[in-house]
């Protein structure tokens, strides 16, 4: 039977303390999520504002459109390979992130990972939340002008925007489900209707790309900038590739979640910032200065029509991305730290809370640091636990897990005291050759592809770096480690 317990049964693991209902094995009856369902939920994560003003920040250090297109779209590429590896234990076992990580880090060691990729998921849900919280409070004074008298009218909105994310939260991952498909259609709607009106108002779309000119900043060369736009590109969903087992845990079958994600990922992000390419090329012609900010432009364009469609577009985008890509994970993760204490709906709780505590309007703040520290910075940590998850799952288990250990203090994932040393040797060899690369970019944001040395150019990969290093270092000092892939 698919996703089974073991030789051992399942009957003693609800009083393990590494289980509670949340992390336990999706049960065959649960794994409903089709083809659609899994698309659908890539399309609700990848039509988002940031998705939207990702060309913009390539653009705006040297890029032409159709550079940043296809960096962006082979960025996608590359990190569809291993979300569809990652995917793979999900659907056939039914586990989750945390869970799959104990195989090979540990029954212990395992929060490791997970820590790591809930504190990414913290800064992104603060900075998605703060976007969405400037949108709403644009969007309010766009309908109403007297909104701007209203004292600490920007933090009653990102207040109330952050409320609403928690009431999604306390319904847990089947309301999840259910706004991901029912937004999925609305999302691609508006950004249809973007587009038309690009077209339409600006002359013609190769008008439009011709005028794309205009937003090209002078920056390095396509030569220089490439490595580090396409690290950031992986970068931008590598913390997905990671967790993804969070959501094909609950997919009916390996060609729903294969299909679902080839369909809906690396389209659905190139075509959106296609249009905030194309859309910002119309608003040098209509206004006379390019906005990329699509609730700027919602306002400028000011029918009331516009306006609460836009409303509609923009909060549904930052609410769906937020609540799939920045919540399941570090709820998850942090439910694997104390699985009897910490549930999935508290696990989110303490993400909405940090995710403010986060400062994420520094985050977004600066363009340059948003690409070239946060998202490359974060990808070298995700790179790492990657080549470790994929060598692991794929190499020295062949696929096969004994699912009712990995719920076990004393079984074949113990190791040392519940920690594989291997996989922590394996992820620090991996990361420290960038990370002289990351400190000078936190001094010196874009400073690094200006002028950069050979570990600036180590890091402008670290993606790449850390997934390789900790792929080939991992296998070899698991040649020692007993196997473990039959009971």
Request: net charge positive; hydrophobic share 50%; charged share 10%.
């Given at each position: 039977?698919?996703?089974?317990?073991?030789?051992?049964?399942?009957?003693?693991?609800?009083?393990?303390?590494l289980w509670n209902p949340d992390l336990a094995p999706t049960p065959p009856e649960r794994r409903t999520w089709s083809t659609y369902n899994i698309a659908a939920l890539w399309i609700g994560m990848s039509v988002v504002i940031t998705t939207y003003t990702l060309a913009s920040?390539?653009?705006?250090?040297?890029?032409?459109?159709?550079?940043?297109?296809?960096?962006?779209?082979?960025?996608?590429?590359?990190?569809?390979?291993?979300?569809?590896?990652?995917?793979?234990?999900?659907?056939?076992?039914?586990?989750?992130?945390?869970?799959?990580?104990?195989?090979?880090?540990?029954?212990?060691?395992?929060?490791?990972?997970?820590?790591?990729?809930?504190?990414?998921?913290?800064?992104?849900?603060?900075?998605?939340?703060?976007?969405?919280?400037?949108?709403?409070?644009?969007?309010?004074?766009?309908?109403?002008?007297?909104?701007?008298?209203?004292?600490?009218?920007?933090?009653?909105?990102?207040?109330?925007?952050?409320?609403?994310?928690?009431?999604v939260i306390l319904k847990g991952t089947e309301g999840i489900k259910q706004l991901e498909s029912w937004s999925a259609p609305l999302l691609l709607a508006g950004g249809g209707v973007l587009l038309l009106w690009a077209v339409r108002a600006g002359g013609g779309l190769g008008h439009l790309l011709a005028e794309s000119e205009r937003l090209r900043g002078r920056?390095?060369?396509?030569?220089?900038?490439?490595?580090?736009?396409?690290?950031?590109?992986?970068?931008?969903?590598?913390?997905?590739?990671?967790?993804?087992?969070?959501?094909?845990?609950?997919?009916?079958?390996?060609?729903?979640?294969?299909?679902?994600?080839?369909?809906?990922?690396?389209?659905?992000?190139?075509?959106?910032?296609?249009?905030?390419?194309?859309?910002?090329?119309?608003?040098?012609?209509?206004?006379?200065?390019?906005?990329?900010?699509?609730?700027?432009?919602?306002?400028?364009?000011?029918?009331?029509?516009?306006?609460?469609?836009?409303?509609?577009?923009?909060?549904?985008?930052?609410?769906?991305?937020?609540?799939?890509?920045?919540?399941?994970?570090?709820?998850?993760?942090?439910?694997?730290?104390?699985?009897?204490?910490?549930?999935?709906?508290?696990?989110?709780?303490?993400?909405?809370?940090?995710?403010?505590?986060?400062?994420?309007?520094?985050?977004?703040?600066?363009?340059?640091?948003?690409?070239?520290?946060?998202?490359?910075?974060?990808?070298?940590?995700?790179?790492?636990?990657?080549?470790?998850?994929?060598?692991?799952?794929?190499?020295?288990?062949?696929?096969?897990?004994?699912?009712?250990?990995?719920?076990?203090?004393?079984?074949?994932?113990?190791?040392?005291?519940?920690?594989?040393?291997?996989?922590?040797?394996?992820?620090?060899?991996?990361?420290?050759?960038?990370?002289?690369?990351?400190?000078?970019?936190?001094?010196?944001?874009?400073?690094?592809?200006?002028?950069?040395?050979?570990?600036?150019?180590?890091?402008?990969?670290?993606?790449?770096?850390?997934?390789?290093?900790?792929?080939?270092?991992?296998?070899?000092?698991?040649?020692?480690?007993?196997?473990?892939?039959?009971?």
């Amino acid at each position: 039977m698919r996703g089974r317990m073991g030789n051992r049964g399942a009957e003693d693991l609800t009083r393990s303390p590494l289980w509670n209902p949340d992390l336990a094995p999706t049960p065959p009856e649960r794994r409903t999520w089709s083809t659609y369902n899994i698309a659908a939920l890539w399309i609700g994560m990848s039509v988002v504002i940031t998705t939207y003003t990702l060309a913009s920040g390539l653009m705006s250090q040297g890029m032409s459109w159709w550079q940043a297109m296809v960096t962006i779209l082979l960025g996608n590429t590359v990190v569809l390979v291993p979300m569809v590896l990652n995917a793979h234990a999900g659907t056939k076992y039914g586990i989750s992130f945390p869970v799959l990580c104990r195989a090979s880090f540990g029954v212990r060691g395992a929060n490791l990972p997970a820590i790591l990729r809930a504190i990414v998921a913290c800064g992104w849900f603060g900075i998605q939340t703060w976007i969405g919280g400037l949108a709403l409070d644009a969007l309010c004074l766009a309908g109403w002008a007297g909104w701007s008298m209203v004292p600490g009218h920007t933090a009653i909105a990102f207040t109330v925007f952050w409320l609403i994310q928690v009431a999604v939260i306390l319904k847990g991952t089947e309301g999840i489900k259910q706004l991901e498909s029912w937004s999925a259609p609305l999302l691609l709607a508006g950004g249809g209707v973007l587009l038309l009106w690009a077209v339409r108002a600006g002359g013609g779309l190769g008008h439009l790309l011709a005028e794309s000119e205009r937003l090209r900043g002078r920056g390095a060369s396509f030569r220089a900038l490439f490595p580090s736009a396409l690290t950031a590109s992986v970068g931008y969903w590598a913390t997905l590739s990671l967790n993804i087992p969070d959501f094909t845990r609950y997919a009916r079958s390996q060609r729903s979640q294969m299909l679902g994600q080839a369909l809906g990922l690396p389209t659905t992000m190139t075509a959106f910032a296609f249009i905030g390419v194309a859309v910002t090329s119309a608003t040098i012609v209509v206004f006379g200065e390019p906005i990329w900010d699509p609730v700027v432009l919602i306002a400028r364009i000011g029918s009331p029509l516009a306006i609460v469609f836009g409303a509609l577009v923009v909060l549904a985008a930052q609410l769906t991305t937020n609540m799939a890509a920045n919540v399941v994970s570090p709820s998850n993760d942090f439910s694997n730290l104390s699985p009897r204490r910490i549930s999935y709906v508290t696990g989110g709780i303490i993400t909405a809370v940090i995710g403010i505590l986060m400062f994420p309007w520094k985050l977004y703040a600066d363009g340059a640091a948003y690409i070239f520290t946060w998202l490359l910075g974060y990808s070298s940590l995700m790179g790492a636990l990657g080549g470790i998850l994929i060598a692991d799952y794929w190499v020295v288990r062949r696929q096969r897990l004994l699912v009712a250990d990995l719920f076990r203090e004393q079984g074949a994932y113990t190791y040392r005291r519940g920690v594989n040393p291997r996989a922590i040797a394996a992820f620090v060899i991996a990361v420290v050759p960038v990370i002289p690369g990351f400190a000078r970019a936190v001094v010196t944001p874009g400073g690094t592809v200006a002028n950069p040395n050979f570990l600036d150019r180590l890091y402008s990969y670290a993606w790449f770096v850390t997934f390789g290093l900790s792929f080939v270092v991992y296998l070899g000092l698991m040649r020692g480690e007993p196997d473990t892939r039959t009971a």
